[in-house]
Every structure is written in C-alpha cells, then in structure tokens.
C-alpha cells in the first residue's frame, strides 16, 4: 500500500493549460505549487520553482497544445529542474502527447515519438500518464511508466445520453486507419458500422515511406542464349535486379455499410486537420445519413479548422 501523504505531493504546471492544472489541485485539495515559466525576449524558457521539491512526488501537469515545440521544452525544463532539485519521484501528466501521430517510419524521416520519449526519460521523468495515444504501441519507446488513459467510457456516455435516438445510429470511420476503434465503440453501444475508402483516405499506410525507393534499372533485360523448341516449354526467363513496384491507385471514395436515414458518428482520437472529416461528412450526407456528429478526445483545430467545421454539414463536434 501507497504511505505517501498529500503532503508530499506537489502539483505544478506550465503554460499550456494552467486551468487543468488549477482544476486538479482544487479537486486534491491541495495547492499549485509555486513554478513560474516564461519566456526571454530571444526565446529562450526559464523555469523557477519557488517551493522545496526534495523528497516530495511532483506531478508536472503539461499538455500539448498548437504551440507544441514551447509545451515539450517547458515539460523537459521543468522535469530537469525538479531531477536537480533532488525530488523522489516526477511524474509527467500529458493528456495529449505532442508528436504521437509520428510514431512510423518515413520516407528518409525518423520516428519523431522515440526521439521525444529518450529526451522525456533523459529529462528525468519517472512515469508518464497520458490518454488515448494515437498508437499503443508508443508505450514501448519509453524506458519507464506509462498509463495510456482511455476517453471511451467518457464518449460513450456522451453518446448515450446527449444522442437523441442513438440507437438509430452507425458509427463510422473516416479511413480504415480508424476502422478498429471504430469497431470497439460499434461493439459496445451494439450498433452498426460503416467505414468510408477511397482517394480522399489520409491512412497512414499510404503514405511515401521509402520501402519501394530503389529506382527500376534501365537496360537491365538480360541477354539469354537461344533456347531450343524443346526447351522452351520446360524453362522460364527470371529477370535480374530489383523489380518495379506497381503504382498504387485509389479506387473512388466510397463507404461500406448502410447510412441512409441513420444518425453518423465518426469516431477518432484526435481532431485537428478537419479536411477528411469535412469530405467525409459530405460523402455521409449524399449517402442519406440525417445527422452527423464528431467525437473525438484531442481537440487541436489547428488553421482554419473552427470554420471548416462551421461551415460544413457537421452538426455537432464533441
């Protein structure tokens, strides 16, 4: 059993949400504890911890916004002050982890997500609580903790309770990239599900990864001997080098699963180009669906997103 005492728990925070952070505190019943991060006129971060951190749990409460270069090097700053300020254990409370959608390989790129996780555990963090990763699999870069929350029993009660006739709905992935959390929520609310492919799809998969990168040698049929009548039937040419990879060609975007006269809810992790959801939304409205609803956890609408959405046939975003 845990004998650490509020007491020795110490909340602080950065500039990306000071209410969340406020709101925690409040609801602990304890005190923000006295970190003040700002900025210099060349940019630079500085961090000053006004309150004694040794020996004590501090919960640094960070989450990524549209700034998300100044939240991770505030987190990073903040973790290193408190590693040096001898603090017995620090624990990064990040609801949306920045740079979580770069979590693959491309095309003479780098996983983004591992380089910020050895700078997450370099820093001095020692658990990591965060929600709905755009990939579970990100919990295997970090060399400590990590409590990948879930925002489902939240949406789904949403759902349930906000969704006048729900039961007459379908739950709808955008691309198949979204097709298995998609499923979950299907399976849960017993409803039907409905997946929308085709040239407007932003899966991950399809993007240029370097696999196929090796260019087709020219001029590199080989010469064979003359082979006899006899032979000709026995024997196949086999080419030599690397073969040239077919291009890829979408078919027309199109949705499988029934959405005429039915209430549409696409399902995602996290919202931030609308462009797909607003193809998509078109794409549900000519195929009969009545109303079309947006759930998601993360909410970044980045640009121009607030518009997009208003001005498109999307009824409600939550």
Not at 98 to 126: D, E, F, H, N
Not at 199 to 224: C, F, I, L, M, W
Not at 283 to 293: D, Q, S, V
Request: proline share 5%; glycine share 6%; aromatic share 4%.
């Amino acid at each position: 059993m845990d004998n650490t005492s509020t007491s020795d728990i110490v909340i602080i925070n950065g500039n990306s949400h000071p209410d969340l952070a406020n709101m925690v505190a409040e609801r602990m019943g304890l005190k923000n504890g006295g970190c003040s991060v700002f900025h210099k006129s060349n940019r630079e971060t500085i961090v000053e911890i006004s309150d004694s951190v040794r020996g004590k749990d501090i919960y640094i409460i960070q989450t990524g916004t549209k700034d998300a270069n100044n939240n991770i090097m505030e987190l990073l700053i903040m973790a290193y002050a408190c590693k040096t300020s001898s603090a017995r254990s620090i624990v990064g409370v990040i609801p949306y982890l920045p740079y979580s959608k770069q979590c693959k390989m491309r095309k003479r790129g780098c996983i983004v997500s591992k380089l910020l996780a050895k700078m997450m555990c370099t820093s001095g963090l020692t658990h990591i609580i965060t929600m709905d990763l755009h990939q579970k699999e990100i919990q295997g870069f970090f060399d400590i903790p990590v409590d990948n929350l879930r925002a489902s029993p939240f949406l789904l009660q949403y759902i349930q309770e906000s969704i006048p006739e729900y039961r007459n709905s379908v739950i709808v992935a955008r691309n198949p990239g979204v097709a298995k959390k998609a499923n979950s929520y299907a399976e849960r609310l017993r409803l039907g599900l409905a997946v929308i492919h085709g040239e407007q799809k932003e899966a991950e998969s399809d993007e240029v990864d370097g696999r196929y990168s090796p260019p087709p040698t020219r001029n590199s049929t080989p010469q064979h001997a003359p082979i006899s009548s006899s032979s000709r039937q026995r024997t196949t040419s086999v080419s030599v080098g690397v073969p040239e990879h077919p291009v890829k060609v979408k078919p027309p975007l199109t949705i499988v699963g029934d959405v005429n006269g039915r209430i549409a809810i696409m399902v995602d992790d996290l919202i931030d180009d609308v462009q797909s959801f607003v193809a998509a939304a078109e794409m549900l409205k000519e195929n009969g669906a009545c109303k079309i609803y947006v759930l998601a956890t993360h909410g970044l609408l980045s640009s121009d997103a607030p518009r997009l959405l208003d001005e498109s046939c999307i009824d409600e975003v939550c």
